[in-house]
Structure formats: structure tokens, C-alpha cells
């Protein structure tokens, strides 16, 4: 039996038109699958809406997110087993990237099922793109730590590491404790470290700016609620 094809579908970073971030020949993909795994089926079906897909109530949606046990990967596939082309899409942005879906991709290509990538919007490139930052060497760190001290003690030690190996640091943060990283970013940080932050990208509202730490202590620009990408650099 022909095995089907494990399609990453990107998303939009947030609200806005999408024949900016999501090309034509990416839509007209989606529009031929009738089968996905996504984080949000909601979310999922207003895309899925707004690329053009008319046949919304025969759509099957089966849910991946970071709640999903190893265990259910294997029944996830099975469509794609059967001989099925499968859509995953992650909540925003790239699949598998700071994102539940890369254990899923994993087990495809154990199971010699083919991968497809498709192009669309990752923050974490974008925002290392427009940093003017070090883009032949850097690391994405996901998220650092929550308690405040453990979270002074990682940033010193990227700043160190960036220093010693001329290395670019990315990472997130969940996006109503920004203020709080930005703060113990610039208060803990040397003067002449640089730091980049890229908000809300591709949208209306898009912030991004590149800057030593001694110009952000005097400059501190509003990041709450706003998905952001920091990247350092010593």
C-alpha cells in the first residue's frame, strides 16, 4: 500500500492578511487536504477558512499539543499509514519548531513516511533576520527560567557563552512576563551586550529593535501581551 504524505502547514504569527505571510502555491495545498493534526482546532478552522478551504465540516482534526502523551503519536499517523495526505499545522508559525509536532515528524521518517516542509513565517528566523545580529552561529534556547534567580544565573551564562564563541542566544518568553525578562535582561546584562527584540512580527503593529543594553535602560519599550522573540548577543 502507498503511503500518504506529512505536509507542515504553516500559520500566521497572528491577525492580518495572509497572502502576506502564506504563498499561493502553500494555500493551494491546503485546500487539497481533508485531513489535519492540529494545536487548536478553532484556531485551525479559521485558517483553514481564510486559505480558501470551503469543505470545513468534512474536514477531520485530530489535536497534538504539548498535553499529548508519545503514546498517541503511532494512531496520529495512521491516516498517513493508510494511504492518506495528512496536514499538520502548528498554533503559529513553523511546525515542529518550539512546537509540539516535532515528535510526530520524527516518527514519520521512522516510518519512512515522506515529509513535506512549507514555506511560511517563523519569528524565530524572521526575528534573527532584522536582529543585524550574528546569523552564521547562534542557538534558540525555547524558553529560559521562570524563578528569578535560576533566570539571572541562565542569563549570565548566555551572555559568557555568546562571548566565547562570537554566538548568537534566541529565546521566548510566555508573552505577559516580557516586562519581567526584558527588566532582568538590561539590569543583569553588561553595558555594551546587545540585545534585539521582534514583536507581534509580520502584523500591523510590528516592533523590532536592535540595541546595547545601556540604550534599552533608558528606552523601554511596552511587551506585554505581545509575542516577542529576544535575541543577545555579548
Excluded at 140 to 154: A, E, I, R, S, W
Excluded at 168 to 184: G, H, S, W
Aim: proline content about 6%.
Amino acid at each position: 500500500m502507498t503511503r500518504g504524505t506529512l505536509y507542515l502547514i504553516p500559520a500566521p504569527l497572528g491577525e492580518g492578511d495572509i497572502n502576506w505571510t502564506i504563498p499561493l502555491a502553500v494555500r493551494q495545498c491546503i485546500v487539497k487536504l481533508d485531513r489535519f493534526v492540529v494545536e487548536h482546532p478553532k484556531t485551525a478552522r479559521k485558517f483553514l477558512k481564510q486559505a480558501g478551504c470551503a469543505r470545513l465540516q468534512s474536514i477531520s482534526m485530530s489535536v497534538l499539543d504539548e498535553h499529548t502523551p508519545a503514546s498517541e503519536l503511532e494512531s496520529l499517523l495512521e491516516p498517513v499509514v493508510a494511504g492518506h495526505d495528512v496536514g499538520l499545522m502548528s498554533e503559529a508559525g513553523c511546525p515542529a519548531v518550539a512546537d509540539p509536532g516535532a515528535g510526530l515528524v520524527r516518527l514519520a521518517h521512522k516510518k519512512d513516511i515522506r515529509v513535506v516542509p512549507l514555506v511560511g513565517p517563523s519569528s524565530i528566523i524572521l526575528a534573527l533576520m532584522a536582529s543585524g545580529l550574528n546569523g552564521q552561529r547562534f542557538v534558540f534556547h525555547g524558553y529560559l527560567p521562570v524563578d528569578h534567580n535560576t533566570l539571572v544565573v541562565k542569563i549570565v551564562e548566555l551572555e559568557k557563552e555568546s562571548l566565547i564563541r562570537d554566538q548568537t542566544q534566541v529565546f521566548i518568553e510566555t508573552p505577559y512576563r516580557n516586562q519581567k525578562l526584558l527588566a532582568c535582561i538590561i539590569s543583569t546584562c553588561r553595558d555594551n551586550t546587545v540585545l534585539s527584540v521582534s514583536s507581534d512580527l509580520t502584523l500591523t503593529n510590528e516592533f523590532i529593535s536592535t540595541k546595547t543594553v545601556k540604550e534599552w535602560r533608558h528606552n523601554r519599550p511596552s511587551l506585554q501581551s505581545r509575542p516577542s522573540v529576544f535575541l543577545l548577543h555579548g
